[in-house]
Nanobody, 114 residues
Framework: HVQLVESGGGSVQTGGSLRLSCAAS????????RSWYRQAPGKEREFVSS???????AYADSVKGRFTISQDNAKNTVYLQMNGLKPEDTAMYFC?????????WGQGTQVTVS
């Protein structure tokens, strides 16, 4: 199994920045990459960004140019730098990884932009 713990959420004003972290533990050698998803109240969970082991990143159109995903393999941690935050970025942010056909999710970290 893999355990994921997110941190770094908070409340910021429009235009502000936050950096989210996703720390992995457990059977981390089976992970090929990690993704960030978010879910706003009353809405479906949506993809935000992902990064694979070689470091290739992908972004949702809504965050391109504002969010940057990165990883520190030595620390088994993935980061999501969020700049230029907008009220529509308000959501619970979740980290996800896949290992041997199973998906693992963190508990989430709340981001509120006002």
């Amino acid at each position: 199994h893999v355990q994921l713990v997110e941190s770094g959420g908070g409340s910021v004003q429009t235009g502000g920045s936050l950096r989210l972290s996703c720390a992995a533990s457990g059977y981390t050698s089976c992970m090929y990459g990690r993704s960030w998803y978010r879910q706003a109240p009353g809405k479906e969970r949506e993809f935000v960004s992902s990064i694979n082991k070689p470091g290739i990143a992908a972004y949702a159109d809504s965050v391109k140019g504002r969010f940057t995903i990165s990883q520190d393999n030595a620390k088994n941690t993935v980061y999501l730098q969020m700049n230029g935050l907008k009220p529509e970025d308000t959501a619970m942010y979740f980290c996800k990884t896949d290992c041997r056909g199973s998906s693992f999710w963190g508990q989430g970290t709340q981001v509120t932009v006002s």
